[in-house]
């Protein structure tokens, strides 16, 4: 059978297909693919969205081989090598993204554990598929694809802005669609760090600790710590600090809040540690960043 590849190359800011440059202003890239026989083994320097709208083969990555069709969504993490063999008319809607953009304009998603199963992660703890699209949502979903192409394809006034809004409807969606799926319970160990990601978002201005973080995980300390690194980069700890100080940026810019109760509504009851924490993630004080920022508005 013929071999197929996935061209999907990124330089300069900019996606290119087939000769023609996209600008990365709308956040996505879309390509269509139908493969027959083996796509050989490759990775990206983006993640991608894998919709397979039909067919049927397997997909092997980090070692492991499933078998993929109809409805399967897989979340590609950036450098994840992963290749399909004995496809049979696979026909796959390739998504290509920015995790860091997408979790920069992610806002209220990021309280989502769906959300941060599927698209927050550095790296996948289980294996893809991650889960599967009933008929009626395969097609809602393909309907949102087919609009993004649209708009990037005749690239109209306002284009980049509604490629962006139809992607976060999508991801909206998909994350609302693996909370109620069985796919939480396929990739168990992804779900409850989804979960811990989702109650540390929603619940930052208290006091929490690693060991209760691993409780709430039902996982020994050790192995919580190993797998909170492996899909987040970061400590826990450290990753909780990193939401508190976003939204502390978000106080001091958004209201009129004192030093002292910004502190202590997002969990730090020693503003004098806080100043300290802020100044060196920040390069300024609190009170610097507000002035200089507030300037600029």
Not at 267 to 274: A, I, K, L
């Amino acid at each position: 059978m013929p071999k197929s590849k996935i061209k999907a190359t990124y330089r300069d800011g900019y996606y290119l297909r087939e000769g023609i440059f996209i600008p990365e202003g709308p956040l996505v890239s879309v390509v269509r693919s139908k493969i027959n026989g083996h796509c050989e083994i490759h990775a990206h320097n983006f993640e991608e969205l894998v919709i397979i709208a039909s067919g049927e083969g397997l997909h092997i990555i980090g070692g492991k081989t499933t078998a993929v069709g109809k409805g399967d969504i897989l979340v590609i993490t950036e450098g994840v090598e992963h290749e399909y063999l004995d496809a049979i008319d696979l026909e796959l809607l390739n998504i290509e993204y920015d995790r860091r953009e997408l979790l920069a304009c992610a806002g209220d998603l990021k309280g989502s554990a769906g959300f941060h199963t599927l698209f927050s992660f550095e790296k996948t703890a289980t294996p893809n598929p991650d889960f599967k699209l009933n008929d009626d949502d395969l097609l809602r979903t393909v309907n949102w694809i087919n609009e993004i192409e649209y708009e990037l394809e005749n690239s109209l006034d306002g284009f980049q802005t509604i490629c962006r809004a139809d992607f976060l409807k999508l991801v909206t969606f998909l994350s609302r669609a693996y909370s109620k799926s069985n796919g939480r319970k396929v990739n168990y160990l992804n779900w409850r760090m989804g979960k811990i990601l989702a109650y540390l978002e929603n619940n930052f201005q208290q006091e929490i600790t690693a060991e209760s973080m691993a409780e709430k995980a039902n996982l020994s300390l050790r192995q919580f710590f190993r797998t909170f690194n492996n899909v987040t980069g970061v400590p826990p700890l450290q990753y909780l600090l990193n939401i508190r100080i976003e939204k502390a940026k978000q106080m001091l810019l958004g209201t009129n809040l004192s030093i002292n109760e910004i502190s202590f509504r997002c969990g730090m009851n020693d503003s004098n540690y806080f100043a300290r924490i802020f100044k060196q993630k920040n390069g300024q004080s609190p009170s610097q960043f507000r002035k200089s920022n507030n300037n600029h508005l």
